[in-house]
T-cell receptor, first 111, second 114 residues
Framework: QKEVEQNSGPLSVPEGAIASLNCTYS??????FFWYRQYSGKSPELIMS????GDKEDGRFTAQLNKASQYVSLLIRDSQPSDSATYLC???????????FGTGTKLQVIP | DAGVTQSPTHLIKTRGQHVTLRCSPI?????VSWYQQVLGQGPQFIFQ???????GRGNFPDRFSARQFPNYSSELNVNALLLGDSALYLC?????????????FGSGTQLSVL
């Protein structure tokens, strides 16, 4: 059983639209969640972290967490072609537990 | 400030050989984690070291080993390489401790086993 699950995509959205990326997790002990962006051939880059239920906004990015439903999402407003990448969802259970990654969702923003 | 540095960038080995990958964390970070990423998959956890002690180990065979040095740099060693070990090996640096592990990744080492 995968601990963090994502739809692999690709998710295609037109330029300027809102991209919605979703993630579910199985470990109810997970405390913190992260979204990483990974361009093709590059390493993952942290773009958002969220620790409590609700929304967290940072520029064009909004992370949403619902611990009761074990659901995390990332919204990208005014999507740009430069947002085209794979987005990795990750969860962390605290202490010296590992950070667990999903398989990633590939986003394509069409000009 | 320098980010996480990994070396080498690319490596080509043959089956049965041994490989050593190196990582220097961000200054002030005491924790180093190693991940393996196969094309099309998310990073898979291999090891975590904090203050030179192993704090976690993923589901990898004993052919994989690692260590952390007093300056917090780290080495990942893989013995008796198999074709299936071909992957991007990522080193991640973090402050360490008990909450909110934000990982900062190096550029990775692309290992090809022929």
């Amino acid at each position: 059983q995968k601990e963090v699950e994502q739809n692999s995509g690709p998710l295609s959205v037109p330029e300027g639209a809102i991209a919605s990326l979703n993630c579910t997790y199985s470990d109810r002990g997970s405390q913190s969640f992260f979204w990483y962006r990974q361009y093709s051939g590059k390493s993952p880059e942290l773009i958002m972290s969220i620790y409590s239920n609700g929304d967290k906004e940072d520029g064009r990015f909004t992370a949403q967490l619902n611990k009761a439903s074990q659901y995390v999402s990332l919204l990208i407003r005014d999507s740009q072609p430069s947002d085209s990448a794979t987005y990795l969802c990750a969860g962390y259970s605290g202490g010296y537990q590992k950070v667990t990654f999903g398989t990633g969702t590939k986003l394509q923003v069409i000009p | 400030d320098a980010g996480v540095t990994q070396s080498p960038t690319h490596l080509i080995k043959t089956r049965g050989q041994h490989v050593t990958l190196r990582c220097s964390p961000i200054s002030g970070h005491k924790s180093v984690s190693w991940y393996q990423q196969v094309l099309g998959q998310g990073p898979q956890f291999i090891f975590q070291y904090y203050e030179k002690e192993e704090r976690g180990r993923g589901n990898f065979p004993d052919r994989f080993s690692a260590r952390q040095f007093p300056n917090y740099s780290s080495e990942l060693n893989v013995n008796a390489l198999l074709l299936g070990d071909s992957a991007l090996y990522l080193c991640a640096s973090s402050l360490g401790g008990a909450y909110g592990e934000k990982l900062f990744f190096g550029s990775g080492t692309q290992l090809s086993v022929l």
